[in-house]
């Protein structure tokens, strides 16, 4: 483990303070932080969101298990996931999506199988939600390391923006698109695992709306939906399958238009997507953009489209 995030109370963070001063941490500036350490390869961080402490570096799991959780936390939860997870080594698929909040690009849904074996396989490779992981190389390397897994299965759907455009003006409501999306990666999965009795993704929906999108396909499944599902290693590794098809489009679709494109939908995405229509016409921005964001009417409205 070289990464650990968790939260804290602000009582937690002055009690943490006090104890690197004790361990001999030097304490360095660092933005938005109520205070940041380090000692030789570690260093921990107390951002004031929250508050939050992360934890980076060589020596993470040591400075966990013997400082963090008994002298602050006042629990022992690390190397005791199965007793405070147990459903997270039951047999379970993890949905994750990426590319939902950018622009540019296609929303990428995975799906990923796993049980006791294949949970504790991925923990031990250091599988975590794909958003704590800036590295598009080590997310690669995370993909080979899923996809190679003995026993896991896995199913990744793209939906190009083409594609996407379409699919979105036949339902009008980007959650009602999730669901289908999401019941169309469990129910190929369940050709790869039959008796698979139980499903999890992060809560996007009611969940009437992922039940009725179940019954429209007649699967039986358990469908659960809870905030921070990536904490689940199944929706961590499903997150990471899906960037890394997400990253890879992105790559290859910037590099063949001759226009990087950017993430997310800030004013170098304005920039970029005139960039596009300049180079490739007006119609080429519904092949590498989600038309519906209400970027293309910022993007018609600064430059008259």
């Known amino acids: 483990m070289t990464s650990?995030?968790?939260a804290i109370t602000t009582q937690q963070a002055k009690k943490l303070r006090d104890l690197l001063a004790g361990l001999s941490f030097e304490f360095v500036d660092k933005e938005y932080t109520m205070f940041a350490a380090k000692k030789d390869k570690l260093s921990i961080s107390v951002y004031e969101k929250g508050p939050k402490v992360l934890i980076q570096g060589k020596g993470t799991a040591e400075f966990i298990e013997f400082h963090l959780e008994p002298e602050?936390?006042?629990v022992a939860k690390l190397g005791y996931e199965e007793v405070h997870q147990p459903e997270m080594f039951?047999?379970?698929?993890?949905i994750d999506?990426?590319?939902k909040g950018d622009y540019f690009g296609p929303l990428v849904i995975a799906g990923v199988y796993t049980d006791?074996?294949?949970?504790?396989?991925l923990m031990a490779a250091g599988i975590m939600d794909s958003k704590r992981i800036s590295s598009a190389d080590k997310i690669r390397k995370l993909a080979t390391i899923i996809r190679d897994t003995p026993g896991i299965a896995f199913h990744i759907i793209?939906?190009?923006?083409?594609?996407?455009n379409e699919l979105y003006s036949e339902f009008r409501n980007l959650n009602r698109m999730l669901a289908w999306a999401h019941v169309s990666v469990i129910e190929k999965l369940l050709l790869q695992v039959p008796d698979c009795p139980r499903s999890l993704s992060d809560q996007f929906a009611k969940s009437f709306v992922l039940q009725k999108a179940?019954?429209?396909k007649r699967l039986k499944i358990q469908l659960d939906q809870r905030t921070k599902a990536e904490s689940d290693i199944a929706v961590a590794a499903a997150s990471?399958?899906?960037r890394e098809r997400f990253v890879e489009w992105m790559d290859k679709t910037s590099a063949a238009g001759g226009v990087p494109l950017p993430l997310g939908a800030s004013a170098a995405v304005i920039q970029a997507a005139r960039a596009v229509i300049e180079k490739h016409g007006a119609d080429a921005l519904g092949k590498v953009a989600k038309l519906h964001f209400k970027t293309t009417t910022q993007v018609n409205d600064l430059f008259g489209g």
């Open 97 to 99: 999506e990426s590319g």
């Open 4 to 6: 650990y995030t968790a």
């Open 116 to 121: 006791a074996s294949i949970t504790k396989h």
């Open 214 to 216: 179940l019954a429209g």
């Open 72 to 74: 602050i936390l006042g």
């Open 240 to 242: 990471i399958l899906a």
């Open 158 to 164: 793209t939906l190009p923006p083409l594609r996407y």
């Open 90 to 94: 039951a047999p379970h698929f993890g």
